[in-house]
Structures are given as structure tokens and as C-alpha cells.
Nanobody, 119 residues
Framework: QVKLVESGGGLVRTGGSLRLSCAASENIRNVHAMGWYRQAPGKQRELVAD???????KYVDAVKGRFTISGDIAKNTVELQMNVMKTEDTGVYYCNAWVTYLGHENEYWGKGTQVTGTI
């Protein structure tokens, strides 16, 4: 079974930086987009940033100018560079891959990596 494996989470002070990485355990075909979601305590999971074929990266307003998503969709890898971290960036960060082919869609999720912003 294909897995998305995240790495790079941890504890970071306010204003600091952290880099998350994600890679598929084996090649996933027909990936249209890869991205990062996060779930803060007591809140719903939200899209942080995503990268799709042929389009510009997309970011939630709260991270614009601080986070940068990069990667190679064809190789099923995506990274998230997080700068000027805030306590409100705390949460579990999940890697996502969205597959679409001939009208069929599927999604893959990683297990998540904890990111904690501290004062």
C-alpha cells in the first residue's frame, strides 16, 4: 500500500524556521496536486499550501509571505519551508496527494507530523 511519509516536524521558537518534507513510499501515478494541510487542537483540518501541475502555488492567507511550498509532483515529493513561525502555526501537518485520471479521483494522506510553535 502506498504511503506518504512526512518528516521535519518538531518544536520551534516564535520567529524561527522549520522545513517539512514528504515523499511517497512508491510512485503514485496521475498525481495532479500535492500539498500540506494542518489541524490545530480543537479545529478542523485546513489547507496550508498546495502545488499543482501547471499552476502557481496556493497558500492560506495566514501563511502568505512566511511559508513556501516546493516539490516535484512527478516524483511525488513536496516540501514546506516555514519561516517567521508563530504559536498559531502549531498543529499536526499532513501531506496530501490528489490523483485524478479519466474522471476518477483519489487522495493519499500521510500520518502527520507535529509542529509546535513556542514563545
Amino acid at each position: 500500500q502506498v504511503k506518504l511519509v512526512e518528516s521535519g516536524g518538531g518544536l520551534v521558537r516564535t520567529g524561527g524556521s522549520l522545513r517539512l518534507s514528504c515523499a511517497a513510499s512508491e510512485n503514485i501515478r496521475n498525481v495532479h496536486a500535492m500539498g500540506w494541510y494542518r489541524q490545530a487542537p480543537g479545529k478542523q483540518r485546513e489547507l496550508v499550501a498546495d502545488l499543482n501541475r501547471g499552476g502557481s502555488p496556493k497558500y492560506v492567507d495566514a501563511v502568505k509571505g512566511r511559508f513556501t511550498i516546493s516539490g516535484d509532483i512527478a516524483k511525488n515529493t513536496v516540501e514546506l519551508q516555514m519561516n517567521v513561525m508563530k504559536t498559531e502555526d502549531t498543529g499536526v501537518y499532513y501531506c496530501n496527494a490528489w490523483v485524478t485520471y479519466l474522471g476518477h479521483e483519489n487522495e493519499y494522506w500521510g500520518k502527520g507530523t507535529q509542529v509546535t510553535g513556542t514563545i
